[in-house]
């Protein structure tokens, strides 16, 4: 179940992040509530749940982000059908996204920030020449970086990993003399702290439910 005060709860947030939820946890129903509560922003991982999902809410104003490991063999199922893609981490899953996508993609560019603990994302070593190829693809809109904090961390730790994200970007903006405005990181229990470091998308799953206790 939705927590009640969701509409406060997602009002608390400030007005240059957005939230979006991440529904895994969500069947249509628990999406209906809550998008009747002001949110359009919802973000899947898993192909087999999104399409369903995306089905049902077809024709309405709902922006589809897709924040998963995205396989290349289902690529093709979900490509023309999200809005955002939070998860580019590979140069197979780039070309596929240029030869499949009928309009250009906003896409992040996963990070992995901490490499021995997060197996998935570009490693930091890599992500230079990662975006000096990415960047050769019209159809990919690059607009950021996304990442996941290690579970389990510390609170000052979790604010160096993401300020770490936020230093990789400024370098890469440098570099390339490009913009990449978002940064999609922090999640239900570490979204507060990565806000400080600077994020502009929160992908909130657990705490937009009743059951969730801190
Ligand atoms: C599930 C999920 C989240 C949200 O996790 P919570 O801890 O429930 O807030 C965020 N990002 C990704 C990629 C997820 O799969």
Redesign the pocket.
Known sequence: MIRKDIKSFAKSIPNNVKL?V?S??YDVNDISVLMQSGIKDF?E?RVDSFLPKYDYFKGSDIRWHF??HLQRNKAKKVLNKIDFL??LDSLELAKMINEIREKELPTLIEVSVNEEENKNGVKIADLEEFVEEVLKYPKIKLIGL?M?AIDGSSEESLHHQFAELRNVRDKLEKKFSIKLPELSMG???D?KIAIEEGATMI??????SEEYKN
């Open positions: 979006v991440a895994k946890y973000g991982n924040i998963g939070h998860s996304m996941m999640m239900s229990h979204y992908r909130l799953g657990h705490i937009v």
